[in-house]
């Protein structure tokens, strides 16, 4: 995790600092408000994995000499198929074209987003197929 | 090529760089334990009770089915694209073309640019190419979050559905361009719902990109096999890295940015246009709503995408050019500070975009763009350095990525010009800009896209393309770029600005956009017969094996194509070309140093055929 | 200074495809570029050459393994290091050069403001002594005292400037985004709704010069030409003059802009005619 997480501060440390010459070099609000958030951007989960870093070590992956025999195991459940996605998908589909179309679309975009989240929470708790 | 049917550490060779790289052996706190992808998912790897057909389609979440389902989709834009582009070249060929009407020609452009951009260069990237190739490198058995995954597919085609939605609704397909300044993108500019399916179709992409940036960090942070550290990922991956990373910096602003431009047109804002609220400061009244603010958010998305649409692309050349110069990459590090450098700065140059504004601070823009040339020059020296002294195979792939060195050389060093404020007072919005972005865009998305094609090719469908044809593919793109181009940059300096559906007969003009257009349509032709070749290759399979290029990296070791988790057992990966390693066990890389150098050449004594 | 120098001595470079620059700023332009088109010449014509050396030396010849070298650093190192060196060294001039083409100094020879729209221009000219139009533009302005250039499309307006003397545009838009360019002026502007940006022309001969509108604006945006008529200052001096009268004169034969066109730039409006091609060939 300790690469990974300094790529991420180096991020916030490097958006952090042409933020700031840029704010005070121009004054200009909005290039300066989208500099500070792509700092912080690279704060937030670059702390939280230094903060991981120091808890757990190096993994399997973070060391040079680690065998493929020592990564053995399962390492997450991988759903084999789903339909959900495919329904959500076309959820979101109907209800940004109800925007455009005619707002009555909206109603079968939000029964699909709805069922589709309702499936795939039942999809997870069963631990999906594979 | 050695078969590979079963490999344990035992049959491993010495590991290169042994007791120069290695690390204490740290204990492994039992948070770490379980990662892995290999042996725990050998027992359970096949998917044979899932649906078939479409159901089996429309249900994958195997990151290998939803990269095809991309790269398809993705080059059926780029052909769709392309066609416009036809068009658009035709209209030009003659001063005061009647071919198309000016709105016809406006709307074409648009969509143009916006297929080429938003649909084709970037989805064919990072959700085709990464998403196949990214887990297979590392030795992942899938992206971390499949179902997102998925779902960012079927936004990403909902989206290109809407987009060409366009040309079926009243008022035809957008025709504000595929930057949509404001003002003219608003509803009193550019009435009629083309605009507003154009939003929709880029609000349903940009959530598309998003997640799959979220996947491809997430899936590299977390997915990697032991010993795949950081440092030994390839280029490929390291650069989806990188432009993930930046696809969630960039993407969120032009998300949000659409929706505002959504609310000024049908809400009543007035965020980007002037007007609505009168601030009565003593006599004067002043405006609310700045068509600036626009071109600002836009172009903080918008040039960290043209990186997004470069970067995988480099990574594209940097797998090719060393497995065809049997070569490691040269300066592995170099290169992947280069391409963090690239991308730290491309977020700071936003408004080089801007410079004809009058209202941009010129001097931190022109610094930083012109900047941006270190770590891609470092890239290009990498790159001469990779096939220096190697033995170059010109195989399809090789052409292309060679044709993309040429084509990006070209392009970046007008690049260079244009970061020169002055410069681009004289350029900007004139045919040389379009001939400049051009060069780097199909260098980029066309070059280094196709050499990523057909070097991946054989890996996913277990196929090999035909050579012969791959090449003349090469050849006549290669010949047809230039001619398209070159004559752009020429009469661009004569002042023929861009978008434009006619131009004055009496200027000389017409001479050069009509070499342009044979161009084009040479171009046109390479892409047929890519057609052909694909075609051929379905009526007449011709096996691949699982490594016809003798590669250097992970996903060459599985089957092609590979089986549904990726791996059935992995080698052990004790440098970034761990296939090369097992391979080659005595073509080790010379690793840094002089002393490291010397104990290198002890060890080569014996050389090998 | 030193850079001007420099840029100076190129006098006698070819200006690679570009116009020489009819104004000092578009001169000053037209050397920076010689400067960058050189050195990417140099530049670009090196990496070429080693490309083309890799790809024609090192094409495979036989089935020996070729050493597996993977860093070298010292040729890194200088790899960087002069790319920095020559990227500080374009950036110098560039800063010299754009503050030559971007001031405005005080006291310009002429002052004329310019309202881009759809799809079209408008150039105003203060009107004579006494009358209500000193500073066209402000918001104390007599519009109808003014002298103005209106043209459009198939028509397009000329701008009378003067030669050897600066000349002030201040320029906006009353629709949407526009673009002011001059191609042989090497210098082109945004006109944007919402602010006023101005600038400095100052012309070195006396000619006519085309002008068009680069940024997208709409269904006619290819047809929003323009001329710049450059003539002496004595010329200059009685054409104003001249125009000035005919305004006291005649105050309707001041132009109007098209309806649909507002005249102040705080709204948005367009006449959205979905036509064809105005030329009907
Ligand atoms: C392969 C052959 C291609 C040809 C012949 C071609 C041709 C053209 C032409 C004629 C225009 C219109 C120029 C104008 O009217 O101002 C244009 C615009 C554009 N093209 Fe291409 N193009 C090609 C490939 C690409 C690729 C691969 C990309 C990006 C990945 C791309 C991106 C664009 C963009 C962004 C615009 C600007 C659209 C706008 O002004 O809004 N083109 N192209
Ligand atoms: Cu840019
Ligand atoms: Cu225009």
Redesign the interface.
């Known amino acids: 995790m300790r690469v990974e997480a300094i790529i991420l501060l180096f991020l916030g440390v490097f958006f952090g600092i042409v933020g700031i010459v840029y704010w005070f070099w121009s004054y200009e609000d909005a290039g300066t408000a989208m500099l500070v958030g792509t700092s912080a951007l690279g704060f937030l989960p670059g702390s939280y994995y230094m903060f991981w870093h120091r808890r757990m070590g190096h993994r399997v992956e973070d060391r040079t000499d680690a065998s493929i025999a020592e990564g053995a195991g399962d390492i997450n459940s991988f759903p084999g198929s789903s339909i959900w996605p495919f329904v959500l998908g076309m959820g979101a589909f109907l209800t940004l074209l109800s925007l455009v179309f005619g707002i009555w679309l909206i109603l079968p975009g939000i029964s699909l987003i709805l069922s589709a989240a309702i499936g795939v929470t039942a999809e997870s708790r069963r631990g999906g197929h594979v | 090529m050695t078969d590979v049917t079963d490999v344990t550490?035992v049959l491993a060779p010495p590991?290169p760089g042994t007791g120069l790289?290695?690390?204490p052996?740290?204990?492994?706190?039992p948070?770490?334990?379980?990662?892995?992808?290999?042996?725990?998912?050998a027992g359970?790897g096949h998917?044979e009770?899932?649906?078939t057909g479409i159901?089996?389609w429309?249900?994958?979440?195997?990151h290998k089915v939803i990269g095809m389902s991309y790269m398809i989709t993705s080059i059926v834009m780029f052909y769709f694209a392309g066609i416009m582009a036809l068009f658009i070249r035709l209209q030009l060929s003659s001063p005061?073309s009647?071919l198309l009407?000016?709105?016809q020609y406006?709307e074409l452009f648009t969509m143009h640019g916006s297929l080429m951009l938003y649909l084709f260069a970037g989805p064919f990237a990072f959700g085709g190419l990464a998403n196949y190739v990214v887990p297979l490198q590392i030795g992942a058995?899938?992206m971390?979050f499949?179902?997102?995954?998925?779902?960012s597919?079927?936004?990403y085609?909902?989206g290109s559905?809407?987009m060409m939605m366009g040309f079926g609704v009243a008022?035809g397909a957008a025709s504000?361009?595929w930057v949509a300044?404001a003002?003219?993108s608003?509803a009193?500019?550019?009435?009629g719902?083309g605009g507003?399916?154009w939003i929709?179709a880029l609000?349903?992409t940009g959530?598309s990109a998003i997640f799959t940036g979220v996947n491809l960090v997430a899936t590299i942070?977390y997915?990697?096999?032991?010993?795949?550290?950081?440092?030994?990922m390839p280029i490929f991956t390291w650069n989806m890295l990188v432009t993930g990373?930046l696809i969630?910096?960039a993407f969120p602003?032009l998300t949000s940015g659409l929706i505002m431009l959504?609310c000024d047109r049908?809400f009543g804002t007035h965020i980007f246009?002037?007007?609505g609220c009168?601030l009565v400061t003593g006599?004067?009244?002043q405006?609310c709503?700045?068509?600036?603010?626009w071109q600002?958010?836009f172009w903080?998305f918008g040039h960290p995408e043209v990186y997004i649409l470069a970067l995988p692309f480099f990574g594209i050349v940097t797998e090719v050019l060393p497995v065809f110069?049997?070569?490691?990459?040269?300066?592995?590090?170099?290169m992947v500070f280069a391409t963090?450098a690239i991308a730290?700065l491309s977020?700071?140059v936003?408004?080089h975009h801007m410079f004809?504004?009058?209202?941009?601070?010129?001097?931190?823009f022109?610094?930083l763009s012109?900047?941006i040339?270190?770590p891609t020059?470092?890239k290009?020296?990498?790159w001469?350095?990779t096939?220096?002294?190697?033995?170059?195979?010109?195989t399809t792939p090789m052409l292309f990525s060679?044709g993309f060195?040429?084509a990006f050389?070209?392009g970046g060093?007008?690049g260079?010009?244009l970061a020169?404020?002055?410069?681009d007072?004289?350029t900007?919005?004139?045919y040389f800009v379009v001939a400049h972005f051009h060069q780097v865009l199909v260098g980029t998305a066309v070059f280094a896209g196709f050499a990523g094609f057909y070097y991946w090719y054989p890996k996913m469908f277990g196929r090999l393309l035909n050579d012969t044809l791959g090449k003349w593919h090469f050849w006549l793109l290669f010949v047809g770029f230039w001619v398209t181009f070159m004559p752009q940059?020429?009469v661009g300096?004569?002042?023929m600005?861009?978008?434009?559906?006619?131009?004055?007969s009496n200027?000389g003009w017409q001479s050069y956009n009509v070499v342009s257009t044979i161009g084009a349509f040479i171009i046109a032709f390479s892409f047929g017969i890519m057609l052909w070749n694909l075609w051929a290759a379905w009526r007449k399979p011709v096996p691949a094996g699982d490594n016809p290029w003798d590669a250097h990296t992970l996903e060459w070791f599985t089957t092609s194509p590979p089986p549904?988790?990726n791996y059935t057992h992995?080698?052990?990966?004790?440098s970034e070309r761990p296939t090369w390693d097992y391979n080659?066990p005595d073509?080790?890389?010379?690793?840094?140093?002089l002393a490291a150098e010397a104990a290198h050449r002890a060890r080569q004594k014996e050389?090998?055929? | 200074m030193v850079g001007t120098a420099l840029l100076l001595a190129g006098c006698k470079v070819p200006n690679f495809g570009e116009y020489p620059g009819a104004t000092t700023q578009g001169k000053t332009e037209n050397h920076l570029w010689q400067l960058f088109f050189i050195a990417g010449l140099v530049v670009g014509g090196f990496v070429l050459l080693l490309i083309l050396w890799a790809v024609f030396r090192y094409r495979r010849k036989s089935e020996e393994m070729p050493k597996q070298t993977q860093y070298h650093t010292l040729m890194e190192i200088t790899y960087t290091v002069v790319p920095i060196l020559i990227v500080v060294g374009l950036f110098v001039f560039t800063v010299l050069a754009e503050n030559n083409v971007d001031a405005t100094p005080p006291d310009p020879g002429a002052t004329i403001t310019v309202h881009a729209f759809q799809w079209g221009w408008e150039f105003e000219y203060p009107g004579g002594p006494g009358s209500g139009c000193a500073n066209p533009g402000s918001p104390t302005a007599n519009q109808n005292d003014c002298v103005k250039v209106i043209g459009q499309t198939t028509q397009n307006p000329t701008m009378v400037i003067p030669t050897g003397t600066e000349v002030q545009i201040n320029l906006n838009s009353l629709d949407v985004l526009h673009g002011f360019y001059v191609p042989q002026f090497n210098f082109s502007r945004y006109a944007s709704p919402g602010y006023t940006t101005s600038f400095d022309f100052n012309a070195l001969h006396t000619g006519d010069f085309r002008g068009q509108c680069t940024q997208l604006c709409g269904l006619y945006h290819s047809l929003m030409f323009f001329n710049v008529k450059a003539v002496t200052q004595s010329k200059f001096a009685t054409w104003l003059h001249a125009q000035q009268a005919l305004v006291k004169s005649h105050p309707s034969s001041v132009p109007k802009l098209p309806s649909g066109v507002s005249t102040g730039s705080s709204t948005n409006s367009s006449s959205n005619n979905q036509g064809g091609d105005l030329y009907g060939d």
């Open positions: 550490d590991a790289d290695e690390l052996d740290l204990h492994r706190s948070d770490a334990a379980g990662h892995g992808p290999q042996d725990g998912h359970h998917d009770h899932g649906p159901l089996k429309l249900t994958s979440t195997d005061h009647s009407t000016f709105g406006n058995p899938d971390a499949p179902r997102l995954n998925a779902l597919y079927w936004l085609l909902t559905i809407t008022g504000f361009g300044y003002p003219l608003s009193t500019s550019s009435p719902i507003d399916v929709m609000v349903l959530f942070f997915l990697r096999a032991p010993g795949m550290t950081m440092f030994r990373i969630l910096i602003v959504f049908h246009t002037v007007g009168h006599a004067v009244t405006t709503g700045s068509p600036l603010l600002n958010l903080f110069s049997r070569k490691p990459v040269f300066g592995y590090k170099g963090m730290a977020t700071g936003w408004a004809t504004t009058g209202a941009v601070l010129l001097p931190f022109s610094f012109l900047l040339a270190v020059g470092i290009f020296f990498n001469i350095g096939m220096w002294h190697g033995q170059l195979i010109f060679i060195l040429l050389l070209m060093v007008t260079i010009m020169s404020p002055p410069i007072f004289a900007h919005d004139t940059y020429v300096l004569k002042g600005p861009r978008r434009v559906a006619s131009y004055p200027l549904h988790h992995l080698p052990p990966i004790r080659h073509s080790v890389a010379v690793p840094h140093g050389p090998v055929a």
